[in-house]
C-alpha cells in the first residue's frame, strides 16, 4: 500500500527558522512494528515547523506482519516529487540493519548521512534451512566496514538503550536523537514535536530515548572509534547452538497408510512403503516440525526432539 500525503504551508506553524536553500531528503527504513511511520510523521512535522513545503510517501506491505516498511519526507522552500531518487538522500534512517543496507545506494555519496540500529530482524527469506540453529543469508557486513565506506555514518543499539531506558519501543526516538545532531534544528523544537506525536503516558521515555541518542551521537562525533557498535562485530551466525537431532518413529501397527503425513511433510522426509506404511525414508532433512505427528488420524507417528549443549571451549 502506498500513500502520498502533501503537507502545505497554510499548515506550518508560524515560528519559521531560515530557510534551507535546498530540499533535505529524509528515508526511513525498517520492518512493520518498529515505528518507521512515527519517525517519518516527526521529520513531516519539524519541516512543517520551519514553514516549509513537506511530502511524505509510505510503503507499508504486510507491516504488521514484520514486512518491509519505507518512507521518504522531502522537505524545502519548493517540493515537487515525494519519493527520494537514488543518491538523493541526505539521510537514511535504519530501523532495521539489514533493510539499511539494502538501501544505501540512495544516500548522496558525499554527504549522506547513516544512522542504523544494529539490530537484526532476520526474514524467513533469509534462512536457507528450518533446522535449529542453520546459518543464514543475512547480511554479513559489519557496522565498521559499513561506516567506512560512506561520508558520514552511525551504527548504534538503539533497541538496547531504548530497553535499558525502560521501553524498547523508543528506539526510533534513540534514532531521532542520533539525528538530531546532523540536522541543524533547535533541540527543544525535536523535543515538542515528538511530544506531540507521541501517547501522552510515553512522553517521558520518548523524550530520555530522544536525550540518550543525541547524547551517543555527540560523543560518536567526536571519536570516530565510537561511530559503530563494537558488540555487532560478534556476528550472531558463528554463536556455538546447540545440537538438535529429531527421531521420528512410525507406529506399524496403527499406520493405516492414509498418506496424510507423506503428503505434508514440509521437507518431503516420509514416504509409503510397499505395504501402505509410512516410512522415514530421509530422516537427515526433518526439522522436528511435529506436522505429521500433529496430522496423523491415527496417532501412528511421533517425533522425538534431542537437545545437547555445545561444549563450552
Ligand atoms: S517432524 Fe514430521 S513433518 Fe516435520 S519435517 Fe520431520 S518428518 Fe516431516
Ligand atoms: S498420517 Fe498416520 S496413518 Fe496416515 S500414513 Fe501417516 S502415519 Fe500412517
Not at 213 to 230: I, N, S, T
Not at 235 to 264: M, T, Y
Request: hydrophobic fraction near 45%; glycine fraction near 6%.
Amino acid at each position: 500500500m502506498t500513500a502520498n500525503t502533501a503537507l502545505t504551508l497554510d499548515d506550518a506553524a508560524p515560528a519559521a527558522a531560515a530557510k534551507p536553500a535546498e530540499a533535505r531528503n529524509i528515508m526511513i527504513v525498517g520492518v512493520g512494528g518498529q515505528g518507521v511511520l512515527m519517525i517519518s510523521k516527526v521529520m513531516a512535522l519539524m519541516g512543517q515547523r520551519q514553514g516549509l513545503q513537506v511530502k511524505q510517501s509510505e510503503v507499508h506491505g504486510m507491516a504488521k506482519r514484520g514486512g518491509i516498511v519505507f518512507s521518504h519526507v522531502r522537505f524545502g522552500s519548493e517540493v515537487w516529487s515525494p519519493t527520494i531518487a537514488k543518491g538523493e538522500a541526505d539521510a537514511l534512517i535504519a530501523l532495521e540493519w539489514a533493510e539499511g543496507l539494502r538501501w544505501l545506494d540512495h544516500l548522496k555519496p558525499d554527504s549522506g548521512v547513516f544512522i542504523a540500529d544494529t539490530r537484526r530482524i532476520v526474514p524467513p527469506f533469509a534462512c536457507r534451512s528450518r533446522k535449529h540453529g542453520a546459518t543464514t543469508n543475512y547480511a554479513r557486513e559489519t557496522p565498521a566496514e559499513i561506516v567506512s565506506r560512506i561520508a558520514d555514518g552511525y551504527a548504534l543499539d538503539a533497541t538496547t538503550i531504548a530497553d535499558d531506558l525502560g521501553d524498547v519501543r523508543a528506539a526510533n526516538t534513540v534514532l531521532l536523537g542520533t539525528l538530531s545532531v546532523s540536522l541543524d534544528y533547535p533541540v527543544a523544537d525535536w523535543l515538542a514535536v515528538i511530544e506531540e506525536l507521541v501517547p501522552k503516558r510515553t512522553r517521558d521515555i520518548n523524550r530520555k530515548a530522544f536525550e540518550a541518542g543525541r547524547a551517543w551521537a555527540e560523543a560518536a562525533r567526536l571519536d570516530p572509534e565510537l561511530r559503530f557498535d563494537k558488540s555487532i562485530t560478534r556476528r550472531p551466525a558463528f554463536r556455538p547452538h546447540p545440537e538438535v537431532s529429531f527421531e521420528v518413529e512410525v507406529n506399524e501397527a496403527w499406520c493405516k497408510g492414509c498418506d496424510i503425513c507423506v503428503k505434508l511433510c514440509p521437507e518431503r522426509c516420509l514416504a509409503m512403503s510397499r505395504e501402505h506404511i509410512a516410512t522415514v525414508a530421509h530422516p537427515e532433512a526433518c526439522t522436528g516440525c511435529h506436522v505429521c505427528e500433529w496430522l496423523c488420524p491415527d496417532f501412528a507417528i511421533s517425533v522425538k526432539t534431542t537437545v545437547r549443549e555445545p561444549v563450552s571451549m
